[in-house]
Nanobody, 118 residues
Framework: QVQVVESGGGLVQAGGSLRLSCAASGTIFSINAMGWYRQAPGKQRELVASIISGGNTNYADSVKGRFTISRDNAQNTVYLQMNSLKPEDTAVYYC????????????WGQGTLVTVSS
């Protein structure tokens, strides 16, 4: 009943920028938190950035100062602005949301591929 859909991935040269979007839809009373994860081939999925209902944000050390997470509560959408991209940022980026829809549920998007060339 609740889903999230990512968009905005693509191919970019090192030093470039991309903006990812994640829109949640369905019967949603509230969103407790939303975040971005990424997974590269052969590596575990890792948290990139998250934002909670109060507005507090959290970032992985590897992206601090380069990535910014933000949200539009009216549209149940979260964004990830990625600047100064590095080849090490290449991965499939997944959106995650903790939402309340008669109960708390965790939903994942299908992912969007970000490729950073050197």
């Amino acid at each position: 009943q609740v889903q999230v859909v990512e968009s905005g991935g693509g191919l970019v040269q090192a030093g470039g920028s991309l903006r990812l979007s994640c829109a949640a839809s369905g019967t949603i009373f509230s969103i407790n938190a939303m975040g971005w994860y990424r997974q590269a081939p052969g590596k575990q999925r890792e948290l990139v950035a998250s934002i909670i209902s109060g507005g507090n944000t959290n970032y992985a050390d590897s992206v601090k100062g380069r990535f910014t997470i933000s949200r539009d509560n009216a549209q149940n959408t979260v964004y990830l602005q990625m600047n100064s991209l590095k080849p090490e940022d290449t991965a499939v980026y997944y959106c995650n949301a903790m939402v309340f829809s008669s109960q708390y549920v965790e939903v994942w998007g299908q992912g969007t591929l970000v490729t950073v060339s050197s």
